[in-house]
């Protein structure tokens, strides 16, 4: 059971808009900034967003985030069949002393 | 562009110590601006962070593994190296080595992934 609650499965047609959640607590998302990385199939993460909504050079400006509290979520605009991946929101934990991840969401386009 | 490369056994037996290292190029392992971490994702999983590095040596655990996890660090060859000792089948998962990057509060760089199988 991840430290950080994700939907297991999100899906949108393409052109669409869909968001992911990602759900906290004080001592992870309410004290730290949150990143999400995107994860291919078959292939190693991504950096997609750091510091609760910035995006790394290169990344399409399709992918937006936010933070509020102990929660966070993904936006995708103009949906893609090439965003068809898996996704997760991490942050740093106080209790845990060390990174959180949530359990993933697999993003399909249908 | 920095660039990780785990390498490493493919196939450790049961109660044995499973031992990966990472090369990094690109950039300097020694800088203060960064931690080099270990990350696991079991087959049709999700990811589990397993612990970091920083460049004084000083180290920080995934709680649940911390009783059989080393992390240590080579600045003259730029390497970082990974033990987990007393191995069962549920540690057998993909291997990442990444960067964590104080600048972005988090990993910004990974690894490629290797795959370590836990069997006899």
């Known amino acids: 059971q991840s430290v950080l609650t994700q939907p297991p499965s999100a899906s949108g047609t393409p052109g669409q808009r869909v968001t992911i959640s990602c759900s906290g607590s004080?001592?992870?998302?309410?004290?730290?900034?949150v990143m999400w990385h995107q994860q291919l199939p078959g292939t190693a993460p991504k950096l997609l967003i750091h510091s609760n909504n910035q995006r790394p050079s290169g990344v399409p400006d399709r992918f937006s985030a936010s933070k509020s509290g102990t929660s966070a979520s993904l936006a995708i605009s103009g949906l893609q069949s090439e965003d068809e991946a898996d996704y997760y929101c991490?942050?740093?934990?106080?209790?845990?002393?060390?990174?959180?991840f949530g359990g993933g969401t697999k993003l399909t386009v249908l | 562009q920095v660039q990780l490369q785990e390498s490493g056994p493919g196939l450790v037996k049961p109660s044995e110590t499973l031992s990966l290292t990472c090369t990094v190029s690109?950039?300097?392992?020694?800088?203060?601006?960064?931690?080099w971490s270990w990350i696991r994702q079991p087959a049709g999983k999700g990811l589990e962070w397993i612990g970091r590095?920083?460049?004084?040596?000083?180290?920080n655990y995934n709680p649940s593994l911390k009783s059989r996890v080393t992390i240590s660090l080579d600045t003259s060859k730029s390497q970082f190296s990974l033990k987990l000792s007393s191995v069962t089948a549920a540690d057998t998962a993909v291997y990442y080595c990444?960067?964590?990057?104080?600048?972005?509060?988090?990993?910004?760089?990974w690894g490629q992934g290797t795959l370590v199988t836990v069997s006899s």
């Open positions: 690109g950039g300097s392992i020694s800088s203060g601006t960064y931690y």
């Open positions: 990444a960067r964590e990057s104080k600048a972005v509060g988090g990993t910004d760089y």
């Open positions: 991490a942050a740093w934990d106080d209790s845990l002393n060390g990174r959180v």
């Open positions: 590095i920083y460049s004084s040596g000083s180290t």
């Open positions: 004080s001592s992870n998302i309410g004290s730290h900034t």
